[in-house]
C-alpha cells in the first residue's frame, strides 16, 4: 500500500484533468441548447473547439520542458492524456468545420484546403495528429520500438506550429492571443533544444577524455 501511494501521490490528477478538459465543451453544448453562442454560432463552436484543441497541444508539448526544469515527474504521467484530449478537441473541430460549415461537400471542403492558407495549415496539423493519437498506446511502442515511436512523436511540435499559423492568420487583426501561443511554443522548443545540446555534449564529454588519455 505505501509503494501504490508513492508510485500515485495524485490520484485525483488524471480525473482532475479530463474533468477540466471537458469544461469547455460542456460549455459550448449548454451555450448551443439556451441560444447565447451569438450572432455567428458556428464560427464560435469552430473557435472554441479549435482554441481548446491548441492550449490541451501546447500543455502536452509543456510536460517534458517541465520536468526538465522542475524535477517534478507528474507531468509526463499526463503528457498522453493531454495529447490525446487535444487530438479529440480536433477531431471536432474538423467535423464541426466539415458537418456544420461545409455540410459535408467534399468538393467545397478541398476547394476551401486549397484556396485558403489558414484552412490548409489546420487541416495538415490535425494530419499530422493523426498517427500520433494511434500510437498512443503501450503496445504501439512496443511494436515500433522506442526510438521509432518517439521521432514519430516529435511531430506533435510540428502540428503545434501548424495550429498556431492557423490561428494567427484566422485572426489576421488582433494578433495578441495567437502569438502568445506561438511565443510559448517557441519557449518549450528552445528548452527542448538546449536540454540536447546539453546531452550530446555530455555524451563526448567522456569520449574526448579517453582520447587525451590515449594521447598522454
Same mark, same amino acid.
Given at each position: 500500500?505505501?509503494?501504490?501511494?508513492?508510485?500515485?501521490?495524485?490520484?485525483? @490528477?488524471?480525473?482532475? =484533468?479530463? =474533468?477540466?478538459?471537458? &469544461? !469547455?465543451?460542456?460549455?459550448?453544448?449548454?451555450?448551443?441548447? $439556451?441560444?447565447?453562442?451569438? &450572432?455567428? !454560432?458556428?464560427?464560435?463552436?469552430?473557435?472554441?473547439?479549435?482554441?481548446?484543441? @491548441? /492550449?490541451?497541444? =501546447?500543455?502536452?508539448?509543456?510536460?517534458?520542458?517541465?520536468?526538465?526544469?522542475?524535477?517534478? $515527474?507528474?507531468?509526463?504521467?499526463?503528457?498522453?492524456?493531454?495529447?490525446?484530449?487535444?487530438?479529440?478537441?480536433?477531431?471536432?473541430?474538423?467535423?464541426?468545420?466539415?458537418?456544420?460549415?461545409?455540410? %459535408? +461537400?467534399?468538393?467545397?471542403?478541398?476547394?476551401?484546403? /486549397?484556396?485558403?492558407?489558414?484552412? %490548409?495549415?489546420?487541416?495538415?496539423?490535425?494530419?499530422?495528429?493523426? !498517427?500520433?493519437?494511434?500510437?498512443?498506446?503501450?503496445?504501439?511502442?512496443?511494436?515500433?520500438?522506442?526510438?521509432?515511436?518517439?521521432? /514519430?512523436?516529435?511531430?506533435?511540435?510540428?502540428?503545434?506550429?501548424?495550429? *498556431? @499559423?492557423?490561428?494567427?492568420?484566422?485572426?489576421?487583426?488582433?494578433?495578441?492571443?495567437?502569438?502568445?501561443?506561438?511565443?510559448?511554443? *517557441?519557449?518549450?522548443?528552445?528548452?527542448?533544444?538546449? $536540454?540536447?545540446?546539453?546531452?550530446?555534449?555530455? +555524451?563526448?564529454? !567522456?569520449?574526448?577524455?579517453?582520447?587525451?588519455?590515449?594521447?598522454?
Amino acid at each position: 500500500m505505501g509503494t501504490a501511494a508513492r508510485s500515485l501521490p495524485f490520484p485525483w @490528477l488524471k480525473p482532475g =484533468v479530463l =474533468v477540466g478538459a471537458m &469544461a !469547455p465543451l460542456v460549455s459550448l453544448v449548454a451555450r448551443a441548447a $439556451t441560444g447565447t453562442l451569438g &450572432a455567428d !454560432p458556428i464560427a464560435e463552436c469552430l473557435n472554441q473547439l479549435g482554441l481548446a484543441a @491548441l /492550449i490541451l497541444l =501546447v500543455a502536452s508539448l509543456a510536460c517534458t520542458p517541465l520536468k526538465t526544469i522542475t524535477g517534478w $515527474t507528474w507531468p509526463i504521467r499526463i503528457r498522453k492524456e493531454l495529447g490525446l484530449l487535444a487530438f479529440f478537441y480536433a477531431l471536432l473541430h474538423v467535423s464541426a468545420y466539415s458537418g456544420l460549415d461545409q455540410s %459535408f +461537400d467534399v468538393r467545397a471542403i478541398l476547394a476551401d484546403v /486549397i484556396k485558403r492558407k489558414f484552412i %490548409f495549415f489546420g487541416f495538415a496539423a490535425f494530419v499530422l495528429l493523426i !498517427p500520433l493519437a494511434a500510437t498512443s498506446t503501450q503496445a504501439a511502442v512496443r511494436r515500433l520500438g522506442f526510438r521509432r515511436w518517439k521521432r /514519430i512523436h516529435r511531430l506533435a511540435y510540428l502540428a503545434a506550429s501548424l495550429g *498556431a @499559423l492557423h490561428f494567427i492568420w484566422r485572426v489576421k487583426k488582433d494578433l495578441r492571443e495567437p502569438m502568445l501561443y506561438a511565443i510559448a511554443l *517557441a519557449a518549450l522548443l528552445l528548452v527542448r533544444a538546449v $536540454t540536447y545540446a546539453r546531452a550530446r555534449l555530455a +555524451d563526448r564529454a !567522456p569520449a574526448a577524455a579517453s582520447i587525451r588519455d590515449g594521447l598522454a
